[in-house]
């Protein structure tokens, strides 16, 4: 039996799409969020939408404490709030896929611009703000909220992984590879975040254009297994 995956954070658009195609996959998800509550209501709707599916919700810090990989989901204007809160629920030894991208949304701007950070990306600063011991690795930044939630979107793109231990992301990218239609690429080390970080506004843009949800595709790679 897999272990529980939780998503800090599931009860917004990302989150509850992640939670929602990784049980459809067989893995059992735990949905976080501020309100018990709401994580329960989206329980709920998750199985509705997955007959069976094995889901629970808890509190954002209980359900952190549920799971050797945890993922965060949250807006940037939260990010730093829930990892404070995290601080006593993480624990060294576990992983943390940060998926916060810094647009100026949180400053009641455009999503189409990006915002600064002194760490230089959003993952790095996660990775300043978790417990010792706590690996970060980032990801899921370019696949659509919207085609994620979409039990009927067929999903057919790359998602790029960024993180400094390559066992780290070896173990993201299986756990990314459950949803069919997604490939993980390695992008490098967590530094790289602060690049990839920067694809969302543009393809919100893109998107804004031609009215799609279109996602990233690395072409010319080398078949196998990159994470052996």
Known sequence: MSEPIPIIGGTGALGWGLAMRLARAGEPVVIGSRSPERAEQAVERLTEAVPGAEAEGSGNADAARR???????????????????????????????????????????????????????????????????VSVVAALHTVSAQMLGDPEAELDEDILICGDRKADKARVARIVERIPGLRAVNA??????????????LLISINARYKAHAGIRITGLPGGDPWE
């Open 67 to 133: 799971g050797p990989v945890v993922f965060l989901t949250v807006p940037f204007r939260a990010q730093s709030e829930n990892l404070n809160n995290l601080r006593d629920a993480l624990e060294p030894g576990q992983l943390l896929v940060d998926c916060t991208v810094p647009t100026a949304a949180a400053v009641s701007g455009k999503a189409t611009r990006s915002l600064g950070v002194w760490q230089g990306s959003a993952a790095q600063q996660a990775e300043e703000m978790v417990p010792e011991g």
């Open 188 to 201: 490098g080390a967590l530094e790289a975040a602060r690049i990839v970080e920067q694809i969302t506004p």
